[in-house]
């Protein structure tokens, strides 16, 4: 009898997925306690999960079959510290004394600004695997630049002003990444061939996501306004669908195959020298001589001599 939908057990994804949905939802809750515990909480997910994404990343770069995984991955280092940034300075938290609003939103386009950066290149890759090195680089000296352009030269364009809300410029750098991540994800359906079956709902899902959360961002006119909680559940579902698919993809499903593999191949050579052994059985069993074997397992020669007539040989069954 088949297993129906119903009856099938959960598996650890299942139980993992369920696992996140409820910590999203905690954080979701903690909005209508205090909002700037929300904000917290909600970034503080997506950096620890972006800082372990990276890991996997950099960990499996040698063995990580899939470009827009290994990409997305190493990109997301360097965004979470960006992201990290942006919670330090969010409106209420006291950290960076004398600014308003614009650094955090500054911020935050700076970190989407690499996030989208690496979801286009990762959509461009060849089936080539990268090398993980030059990623990394490139992404550390995108940071650099713009932490250097906001903190020190102050020539990053203001994002956010008090008593107008956003500014032209952020609102049409949102409306660019949404752009940009629909020509991606049109590349990305294109070549669906290249991926796994299994993993490509977890890509597609990332940048539908990511383009929602970048609407979001448009639309709010309070930085504790609804759209802009929006705006970060969307982005924990983001950090989530990179995450498990590396984690399933960089460490599960090829473990899995590589003891699939190991399994048939030890099943194979078992029934190989099953066979070997009857076929040396029937030989020596049909032979009216003797047959012998040289042990060199130990460091004695070790004669076994087998004969079907041994009293008419005079041998022993085992001579030294």
């Not at 924990?236 to 593999?261: N, W």
């Not at 020298?273 to 059985?281: G, H, I, K, T």
Request: glycine share 8%.
């Amino acid at each position: 009898m088949a297993t129906t939908a119903a009856q099938r057990r959960p598996t650890v994804w299942d139980l993992e997925l369920a696992a996140v949905a409820a910590v999203a939802a905690l954080i979701v809750a903690t909005r209508a306690y205090n909002y700037l515990l929300f904000h917290t909480l909600a970034e503080l997910f997506s950096v620890v999960v972006g800082l372990t994404a990276f890991s996997i990343a950099w960990n499996t770069r040698r063995t990580l079959d899939t470009p827009f995984l290994l990409v997305v991955g190493l990109t997301f280092g360097p965004v979470a510290i960006v992201d990290l940034l942006h919670t330090l300075a969010f409106k209420g938290m006291g950290v960076f004394t004398g600014f308003d609003a614009n650094l955090p939103t500054q911020l935050w386009i700076a970190g989407r600004i690499l996030e989208v950066g690496g979801l286009v290149a990762a959509s461009l890759w060849s089936r080539r695997r990268p090398a993980a090195g030059l990623v990394l680089a490139a992404g550390m000296a995108g940071l650099a630049l713009l932490l250097g352009a906001i903190f020190w030269l102050e020539i990053f364009p203001d994002c956010w002003r008090e008593g107008q809300g956003l500014t032209p410029f952020k609102i049409a750098a949102e409306y660019l990444f949404m752009a940009v991540l629909a020509l991606a994800l049109g590349r990305l359906l294109l070549r669906r061939r290249r991926f796994h079956p299994d993993l490509f709902p977890y890509i597609v899902a990332s940048v539908v996501l990511v383009i929602v959360e970048e609407a979001c961002f448009t639309l709010y006119s309070d930085v504790y306004g609804v759209f802009n909680m929006a705006g970060h559940i969307a982005k924990i579902a983001v950090y989530y669908m990179v995450y498990a698919g590396l984690v399933r993809f960089g460490f599960a499903v090829p473990q899995e195959t590589l003891y699939r593999q190991l399994s048939a191949l030890n099943a194979r050579l078992a029934d190989d020298a099953l066979r070997s052994n009857e076929r040396a059985a029937l030989a020596v069993a049909a032979s009216d001589g003797a047959a012998w074997e040289w042990d060199m397992r130990s460091p004695a020669v070790v004669l076994r001599i087998y004969a079907k007539t041994t009293a008419r040989s005079g041998f022993r069954g085992e001579m030294v």
